[in-house]
């Protein structure tokens, strides 16, 4: 195992840790709403704090590469935010966009060039990519050093096995939203839509680390409706605006929308917000959500990559260290 795996949090640290919870009750006829902007709010500035103090030690701010191959609404919506985010705690943010018809080969070109720049801390690559370009020959390319959002084998072994090392940013956020709101997961029946190696495989991974009961569900599961009426938390990531409705929700049950679909100019999760907030107990907005806090535990784990990797040349420069 690395130095950096070992080093990167498999929760999301003191940052996290300072950020209080509501503890308000919803009323009959109001979910509660779970919402990751104030959470997320009180990481970013802690992780200012953080970055200023990692830059005058070191000398630079460290830079975030995000790799977006062709075009995607939702992506687009998504990169925006981050880059947003790393303005506002003082991260350096590179877009590097890639058109659609690229070659494979000259995709794991660009990845290798942000793996070999020193200034890089973090690479991050935007899904869904292009049809042509293999998912798993893009991802084995990535440094697992500067795999910040948990998708290298390296990384996803880690997870599997229960060891500390990246994780999934947006997977790790849907589970400590409902952490970080006081939502009790050990020994509750939690069903997740969608089986993404990103998302709905990662979230299920934490939710049994949580002592959750967890069920997967996905585009052949017969009779959705009746796994997710059995939910007492429910959490959605299947990619489809509207795709859970309120007659497929457990009266009182906590749901989690990862969704993030552009219909029109709107911005819609994967739950049917109207129809749901009648039923469930707590639920959270999209957007407002999920997505913020997913932005700042993304760089939580950028600063602990951006550590190691300065550490880890400090003692190589350091009098009598061999570089082996």
Known sequence: MSADARSAPHSIGSAVASASSTTSSPSAAEPRLLAGSPIAAEIRAGLSRDFAAFKERHGYAPTL????????????????QILRTCAKVGVLGRLVEIGSDVTPDAVCTEIEKLNDDPAVA?????????AHIPLATVIDSIDPAKDIDGIHPRNAGLLALGYDGFLPATAQASVEILKRSGIEIAGKRVVVVGRSNVVGKPASLLLLREHGTVTICHSKTRDLSRQTREAEILIVAAGKAGLITGDMLSPGAVVV?????VVGDTLLGDVDFESARGVVSAITPVPGGVGPLTNAILLTHLLAAATAQAERATAKRAPGTRDD
């Open 65 to 80: 590469a995000i790799v977006l191959v062709g075009a995607d609404a939702p992506s687009a919506v998504y990169l925006q």
């Open 122 to 130: 973090g690479i991050i690559v935007q899904m869904p990519l292009p």
């Open 257 to 261: 929308d990862v969704g993030i679909n």
